[in-house]
């Protein structure tokens, strides 16, 4: 089950992207911010959580900013290990991708490590590389830009 993130979320999304962004940098408390921001602010950010049906476990999220520009921007998407190669990722970028459509956007942009098994779940989907658009980590890995027009 998808749901909007709540403040019980906070500790289980930092955790997460402490351990999922580990070789990236120090990102968990940086994504706590933008969740907290985002509860406060439905119209810039919006976080999203897959739970299992009964809600007893959080297996990722996935969380969308949109940039009053016509595009919409997604900071971060993880699932838990045990929901690897399982459909989380697939469902929660999904679930985004709704959300930036719902919102009127043009496309959806994101960064990504070329070497994160994530990087094939968003060629797959349809995101492609933008040319010139990727940066470095602060732990010093080059990730990409890539697009997905609406």
Known sequence: MIRDANLGDLDFIQTL??????????????IRNIVQCGLNDTATYKT????????????GFGIIQFLGNGESYIPAIAVIPDSYRGGTGGR?????VELSREHGDKKVTLHVAPDSPAHGMFTQFGFTQVPGGGFT???GVMAIKMSFAL
């Open 17 to 30: 992207s402490e351990n999922a962004f580990a070789d990236r940098g120090s990102y968990g408390p940086i």
């Open 48 to 59: 999203v959580v897959e739970a299992m049906i009964d809600d007893s476990q959080q297996l």
């Open 92 to 96: 929660l970028l999904t679930r985004l």
């Open 137 to 139: 980590y602060p732990a």
